[in-house]
T-cell receptor, first 117, second 117 residues
């Protein structure tokens, strides 16, 4: 079974600054995907960024980038130029890859990010 | 495309009553997932459907829980004889999976918040 650990329950960042959210995971799988999802207050969860484990290059989506360290089983999210709209709960998630995989997501506990004006 | 919708958004019920939730996925999506999210935790996988077939159920899904997806369209999740421990947010997600085992974005609904008194 897979586990995803987000050990920081809360973080705060000043608007326009950069913040990094940490995530570690444990798995015996070789092929998998990792995701960061954002859940704004009282709104639905949306995908922020995804990383394929077989790719060495770190994924980037505009102001969001990841630092994927496969050997260390670490997957952190960096948010640059933080905006007030980034205030949300952020979840790190794992998905197995491969024939027969059911595509279910295994989530961490999440981290509450507050962006201060 | 209006996204994934869930009904009702909030449900308060007394212990021992039965409740039913509905999820309408994005119309062309063939996979539908149910997750449960308790306060301070990440979503946990409950079950998923490929079209109308229920392919996996988590051990979290006790005998009091049943899910259906008739005709591969909307899905219902029923909880019989509700208990206070069933209080949670129930999330539905859908995706279009072409090749089993590949990661396709899961689109989440707003959730149904259940409170059992």
């Amino acid at each position: 079974a897979q586990t995803v650990t987000q050990s920081q329950p809360e973080m705060s960042v000043q608007e326009a600054e950069t913040v990094t959210l940490s995530c570690t995971y444990d798995t015996s799988e070789s092929n998998y995907y990792l995701f960061w999802y954002k859940q704004p207050p009282s709104r639905q969860m949306i995908l922020v960024i995804r990383q394929e484990a077989y790719k060495q290059q770190n994924a980037t989506e505009n102001r969001f980038s990841v630092n994927f360290q496969k050997a260390a089983k670490s997957f952190s999210l960096k948010i640059s130029d933080s905006q007030l709209g980034d205030t949300a709960m952020y979840f790190c998630a794992f998905m197995k890859q491969g024939a027969g995989a059911n595509s279910k997501l295994t989530f961490g506990k999440g981290i509450t990010l507050s962006v201060r004006p | 495309d209006t996204g994934v919708s869930q009904d009702p958004r909030h449900k308060i019920t007394k212990r021992g009553q039965n409740v039913t939730f509905r999820c309408d996925p994005i119309s062309e999506h063939n996979r539908l997932y149910w997750y449960r999210q308790t306060l301070g935790q990440g979503p946990e996988f409950l079950t998923y459907f490929q079209n109308e077939a229920q392919l996996e159920k988590s051990r979290l899904l006790s005998d009091r829980f049943s899910a259906e997806r008739p005709k591969g369209s909307f899905s219902t999740l029923e909880i019989q004889r509700t208990e206070q421990g069933d209080s949670a947010m129930y999330l539905c997600a859908s995706s279009l999976v072409i090749y089993s085992g590949d990661a396709y974005e899961q689109y989440f609904g707003p959730g149904t918040r259940l409170t059992v008194t």
